[in-house]
């Protein structure tokens, strides 16, 4: 090849790379690109502070008033709850003792990221996540999955009795970190309902292992609520306004280290979503110490203003490829020892008064969408000595129809 064809080719390609560089530059973002603008622009208020985690995370400290959740149309009047109207329970209920689950060495995020006073630590979100919380909110529903060709998760849960009310739920779950694919999640939480399918109110909560969400593979602490089947309102974390938070340092989004160790050891951490008896909103409790994390406030919902209907306790695991789950729970099936499988233990509901009960062992009903070759549970009932009511579930996963 001559210098001059070969120059000549270089020109035309540069000449060819000018008019796509200025057809880019000129080009109007799409609107549908002008709309996560928009979206970002609301979730990401100026910060205070900010601090850039090991796991490439920033958090912003965001003035308490000035948090996503007030942009919420519904929440113009709100007015923030500093704390919730119930007592501590470490208080009031040293009846559950959750030996055997090292709760005291798990930590939530990182040591020395703690946001002023009168601010809240928030993980900022990228453009990236908005893409894929749009293709997970569309795809993750309920129970139904009209809208596409195949189901792209799976679940197992046990649920107290059916026809009754709950005003929440609480329980001491072990820390895994089952192996998932780039494109695939498992959690284990607990479901707060009410409503029909598909309007149906709720609030899950627990740990995830969710690269689409995180970027990584650390077990995080997770949220995701919606007040109409999941069509058009609510999100993950705090995606979208909603969630009102109140603790200046643990936030969705947060790392929850260690995790447990097959057949040595069980890490864990007890957590608790509750219904204010007061103020009527939802709050999220964390930790042996029992941290204010932050609530959703009751006007965010419709059939769960007052109460719930069904509350549930396990895990699902999921992803965009057809017909395949990755781990659930640390990748093995239930099992009676308690550091070979995940576990809840100590799982209590809250009656009207936000006070914990315990429920009937003999009215749980087991539930779970795929064959026990993939994922497994076992409710152990009552056990009055150590663990209080626990289920230990998971499993392998892999080609689960
Ligand atoms: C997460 O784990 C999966 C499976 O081991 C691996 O393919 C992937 O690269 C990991 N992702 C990150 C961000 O480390
Ligand atoms: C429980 O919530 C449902 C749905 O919002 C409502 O119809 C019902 O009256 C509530 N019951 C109580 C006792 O609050």
């Given at each position: 090849?001559?210098?001059t064809?070969?120059?000549?080719?270089?020109v035309v390609?540069?000449?060819?790379?000018?008019?796509?560089?200025?057809?880019?530059?000129?080009?109007l973002?799409?609107?549908e690109d002008?709309?996560?603008?928009?979206?970002l622009?609301v979730?990401?208020?100026?910060?205070?502070?900010?601090?850039?985690?090991?796991?490439?995370?920033?958090?912003?400290?965001?003035?308490?008033?000035?948090?996503?959740?007030?942009?919420?149309?519904?929440?113009q009047?709100?007015?923030i709850?500093?704390?919730?109207?119930?007592?501590?329970?470490?208080?009031?209920?040293?009846?559950t003792?959750?030996d055997?689950?090292?709760e005291?060495?798990?930590?939530?995020?990182?040591?020395?990221?703690?946001?002023?006073?009168?601010t809240?630590?928030?993980?900022r979100?990228?453009?990236?996540?908005?893409?894929?919380?749009?293709?997970?909110?569309?795809?993750?529903?309920?129970?139904?999955?009209?809208n596409?060709?195949y189901?792209?998760?799976?679940?197992?849960s046990?649920?107290?009795?059916?026809g009754?009310?709950?005003?929440?739920?609480?329980?001491?779950?072990?820390t895994e970190n089952?192996?998932?694919?780039?494109d695939?999640?498992?959690?284990?939480?607990?479901w707060?309902?009410n409503g029909?399918?598909?309007?149906?109110?709720?609030?899950?909560?627990?740990?995830?292992?969710?690269?689409?969400?995180?970027?990584?593979?650390?077990?995080?602490?997770?949220?995701?609520?919606?007040?109409?089947?999941?069509?058009?309102?609510?999100?993950y974390?705090?995606l979208?306004p909603?969630?009102?938070?109140i603790h200046?340092?643990?936030?969705?989004?947060?790392?929850?280290?260690?995790?447990s160790?097959?057949?040595?050891v069980?890490?864990?951490?007890t957590?608790?979503?509750?219904?204010?008896?007061q103020?009527?909103?939802?709050?999220?409790?964390?930790?042996g110490?029992d941290?204010?994390?932050g609530?959703?406030?009751?006007?965010?919902?419709?059939h769960?203003?007052?109460?719930?209907?069904?509350?549930?306790?396990?895990g699902?695991a999921?992803g965009?490829?057809?017909?395949?789950?990755?781990?659930?729970?640390?990748g093995h099936?239930?099992?009676?020892e308690?550091?070979?499988?995940?576990n809840?233990?100590?799982?209590?509901?809250?009656n009207?008064?936000?006070?914990?009960?315990?429920?009937?062992?003999?009215?749980?009903?087991?539930?779970?969408?795929?064959?026990?070759?993939?994922?497994d549970?076992?409710?152990?009932g009552w056990?009055?000595?150590?663990?209080?009511?626990?289920?230990?579930?998971?499993?392998?996963?892999?080609?689960?129809?």
């Open positions: 090849m001559n210098v064809l070969l120059l000549t080719i270089m390609f540069c000449v060819i790379l000018g008019i796509e560089a200025q057809g880019r530059k000129y080009a973002p799409d609107e002008m709309e996560l603008e928009n979206q622009k979730l990401n208020k100026p910060p205070i502070k900010s601090f850039q985690t090991k796991s490439g995370d920033i958090l912003d400290c965001i003035d308490i008033y000035k948090q996503p959740a007030f942009d919420h149309p519904l929440l009047n709100h007015k709850q500093m704390k919730p109207n119930f007592k501590r329970e470490v208080e009031i209920n040293a009846d003792p959750v055997h689950v090292v005291f060495k798990t930590k939530f995020g990182l040591p020395n990221i703690r946001c002023p006073p009168s809240v630590a928030i993980r979100t990228k453009k990236k996540d908005l893409v894929n919380t749009k293709y997970l909110s569309s795809s993750f529903t309920t129970y139904s999955t009209t596409i060709p189901k792209p998760y799976h679940f197992v046990v649920e107290p009795s059916a009754q009310i709950y005003y929440g739920g609480k329980t001491t779950v072990t089952p192996i998932v694919g780039p695939q999640f498992s959690t284990a939480q607990i707060v309902q029909p399918v598909e309007e149906i109110n709720s609030i899950e909560l627990g740990w995830a292992v969710h690269p689409m969400l995180f970027g990584d593979n650390n077990t995080r602490l997770f949220s995701r609520w919606t007040a109409d089947g999941f069509k058009n309102t609510g999100c974390n705090m979208c909603g969630f009102v938070q200046p340092e643990y936030h969705f989004g947060t790392t929850i280290t260690p995790a160790i097959y057949g040595v069980s890490y864990g951490f957590y608790s979503v509750r219904r204010d008896p103020s009527g909103n939802w709050w999220f409790i964390l930790g110490s941290e204010s994390i609530y959703w406030p009751k006007e965010l919902f419709t769960m203003r007052s109460n719930a209907s069904v509350i549930r306790y396990g699902i999921g965009k490829i057809k017909n395949q789950t990755p781990q659930m729970g640390n099936f239930a099992t009676w308690t550091t070979k499988s995940c809840m233990r100590g799982m209590k509901i809250y009207y008064k936000g006070e914990p009960k315990l429920f009937l062992a003999s009215r749980v009903k087991l539930r779970q969408d795929t064959t026990t070759k993939c994922y549970q076992k409710f152990w056990d009055p000595d150590q663990f209080g009511l626990t289920v230990s579930f998971g499993g392998p996963g892999g080609n689960c129809p």
